[in-house]
């Protein structure tokens, strides 16, 4: 009886990390056409930024993730300087403890 129930124990405690939301384990996403690339800028301490627009003309600034990855519509791997002004990007973001909105993924739509 006392292994029943401590493999029952163990199986919730196990189970319990399963469905366990990490930080950095979640993302939003935002689909609209990119208005700017800023460059960064180190001497200024700046980071990369994209300006999206997305369907209800809300505008929204990410900075890009050093790590990000980029993909055109065909999910073809490719680097930050392929996306363009007018460009509609889908992109996955995560919003971190400063309230900036920082871009992990990036992927030109048709």
Known sequence: MKKI?????????????SFAQFPGETF??????????????????????VVVVDDKSVEMTMVVDPEATFYDAEYYTITLDKI???????????????????????????
Request: glycine share 6%.
């Open 28 to 49: 939003k996403q935002v689909t609209g056409k990119v208005k700017t690339i800023t460059a960064a800028n180190p001497s200024k301490g700046t980071k990369t930024q």
């Open 84 to 110: 363009k002004v007018n460009d509609r990007v889908n992109i996955r973001y995560d919003t971190n403890k400063e309230g900036v909105n920082v871009g992990t993924w990036f992927n030109i739509k048709k």
């Open 5 to 17: 129930i401590l493999l029952t124990l163990a199986f919730i405690f196990t189970a319990s990390f």
